[in-house]
């Protein structure tokens, strides 16, 4: 795969997309290019962290396991993503758990080459702790969200995340079920389902064989503000 190859799949607002072409043919020289199957696991939480992952097709789950047993989906990922790379910087263990939702293809380097790749594009450093700052921000979002919005606005935060302003049918960016949905909003299935059916009825959605279109977005997002 080729530095030209590897920009044309990747969206415009992903990491690497930012990289020169001369960072990216060093990146791809030290990288090993793996098919990925859906429902393969790309780490496992708790893991040691020895490769750095960046996800080239498909998309990914990322979750983890509280303290007291309950499952936190923190994430869907796309295209261009960069997991695991905390673990691999610090020496620590794997934070998530990443699964594939469907096929797709991966960049893996291990640990030495990232450091060493690292160490010869400074300006990549850079990019990469914008983007783990980013990740930061998310997550202490869907802290206060759990703590704070009650379910209505805590779903429309959420569906907010999901959606892709750049879809022209302004569907979301992946196919969830609703249970799917209430592991990532942390509501029940039944609460799921009833809030959706609430907002088809109002037109503010549509529903179509477990997917969700968005008919008046900016509804929605008023809906999504009302916690603040």
């Excluded at 983890?64 to 499952?71: F, L």
């Excluded at 930061?136 to 704070?148: H, I, K």
């Excluded at 909003?185 to 477990?210: C, Y």
């Amino acid at each position: 795969m080729s530095a030209d190859q590897l920009l044309a799949l990747l969206p415009d607002h992903s990491l690497l997309a930012a990289c020169e072409a001369h960072e990216l043919d060093d990146l791809l020289g030290r990288a090993r290019v793996d098919a990925v199957k859906k429902r393969e696991v790309l780490m496992h939480q708790g893991d040691p962290g020895t490769t750095v992952i960046i996800l080239v097709t498909g998309t990914a789950r990322v979750n983890m396991v509280s303290a007291n047993g309950r499952e936190i989906v923190l994430d869907y990922v796309g295209p261009g993503t960069v997991l695991g790379e905390i673990a691999v910087l610090d020496g620590g263990e794997r934070t998530a758990t990443v699964t594939m939702m469907e096929e797709g293809s991966v960049l893996r380097l291990t640990r030495g080459a990232c450091e060493d790749f690292i160490a010869r594009h400074p300006a990549v450093a850079l990019k990469m702790l914008s983007e783990m700052a980013r990740r930061l921000r998310v997550m202490n979002e869907t802290v206060e969200s759990d703590r704070a919005f009650s379910s209505g606005p805590r779903l429309a935060r959420y569906l907010q995340r999901l959606f892709d302003e750049e879809v022209s049918q302004q569907r979301l960016r992946i196919d969830l079920s609703q249970t799917e949905l209430g592991n990532f909003v942390g509501i029940s299935r039944e609460n799921i389902n009833r809030q959706l059916s609430a907002w088809a009825d109002s037109g503010l959605i549509e529903l179509d064989h477990g997917k969700i279109r968005i008919v008046d977005s900016e509804a929605l997002w008023e809906i999504a503000a009302m916690g603040e």
